[in-house]
């Protein structure tokens, strides 16, 4: 068991509710009786010693806050055998026994390695509007960037209406197209685009030919920024329909924004989960959500597993666009 002190960090994309559950790591170490120290700017501060411990204010007024207080960035040099040593050593100095890291698959993958190579005992919260760790059927955040996007779909399906317009939508998403799939389902897109699934263009561009000459106003098209470029797409699209296309890219706006409350509730139970987890001397776990229910995963089967979208989500897609 620990008893002495953890850690707890956020890396990688920020997304709306890692504040929660950094909050509810924190405020169950305290309720157990054990120090927290908060790691500022990920791995690129646990190698710069930006360390500092924390208390229940500390974590004060920050539930409805997107984002994460502690801070992400990139480290190139953690990713050397040198630089994960020299963080280990920041860690092993003030006596944290313990680490809890929110984030995706490299956030989670470099907590393997610390695990593995300094025997310090971590344990990961899936924290990525991507939903796409593997093993659990939520990630931190998805929840809320899903509702960013779908609102601001509902705002270009009204202009794009007025104009008789094709409106491209591009939403975040390199390898997973998760966002995209259930923000174009629950908004109601023409089509949807995603890495997994081959689509046709001609055969889209055809469709949506026929549709305008039959008095259609607009059509949505919803795609993952890892599936197709979308102003890219924007150019194909109009030259091929004759029909005017603006794209737009939502960008870092799906990250920001205050967390909806499955985002607080599931972030909250996960941190505190976490939390006992850890003091309790397990390791190498990820817990995450299975049919609405916490699980523990284990921590390289996370990392080391792909996970593929829903395929009755995709199902679903192809009846109701």
């Known amino acids: 068991m620990i008893r002495n002190a953890?850690?707890?960090m956020t890396s990688g994309g920020d997304s709306p509710g890692m504040n929660a559950a950094a909050r509810a790591v924190v405020r169950t170490a305290l309720y157990e009786g054990v120090k927290v120290y908060g790691i500022y700017n990920g791995y690129k501060g646990m190698l710069a010693d930006d360390i500092q411990?924390?208390?229940s204010r500390s974590v004060s007024d920050l539930i409805q806050?997107?984002?994460t207080f502690l801070g992400t960035a990139r480290c190139k040099e953690f990713k050397t055998v040198e630089g994960r040593r020299k963080g280990l050593e920041n860690l092993n100095k003030r006596g944290i026994e313990g680490l809890v890291i929110i984030g995706g698959d490299g956030s989670l993958t470099g907590g393997s390695m610390l695990s593995r190579e300094g025997g310090i005992p971590i344990v990961g919260l899936p924290g990525t509007i991507d939903?796409?760790?593997?093993?659990t059927d939520y990630t931190i955040g998805c929840d809320t960037a899903a509702n960013t996007a779908v609102d601001a779909i509902n705002k270009l399906r009204d202009t794009a209406s007025a104009h008789r317009r094709i409106m491209i939508v591009e939403?975040?998403?390199h390898t997973s197209g998760w966002l995209a799939l259930v923000s174009g389902i629950a908004s109601g897109a023409e089509y949807i685009l995603v890495p997994e699934v081959k689509y046709n263009l001609d055969k889209m561009c055809d469709e949506i030919s026929q549709s305008y000459k039959m008095g259609r106003r607009y059509t949505i098209i919803v795609v993952a920024e890892g599936a197709c470029s979308g102003v890219g797409l924007k150019n194909v699209v109009q030259e091929k329909t004759g029909i005017d296309t603006r794209v737009s890219i939502l960008g870092h706006i799906q990250r920001g924004g205050s967390?909806?409350?499955?985002d607080r509730?599931?972030?909250s139970m996960l941190g505190e989960r976490a939390a006992l987890a850890i003091l309790s001397g397990a390791?190498?776990?990820v817990f995450g959500f299975d049919e609405g229910k916490v699980v523990s995963i284990n921590l390289f089967d996370s990392v080391y597993n792909k996970k593929t979208l829903d395929p009755e989500l995709i199902r679903l897609s192809t009846v109701l666009v």
């Open 6 to 8: 953890i850690a707890v």
């Open 283 to 285: 390791s190498d776990v």
């Open 259 to 262: 967390p909806t409350v499955e």
């Open 265 to 267: 509730m599931k972030a």
């Open 131 to 135: 939903n796409d760790v593997w093993g």
């Open 171 to 173: 939403v975040m998403g």
């Open 53 to 55: 411990e924390l208390n």
């Open 65 to 67: 806050r997107g984002g």
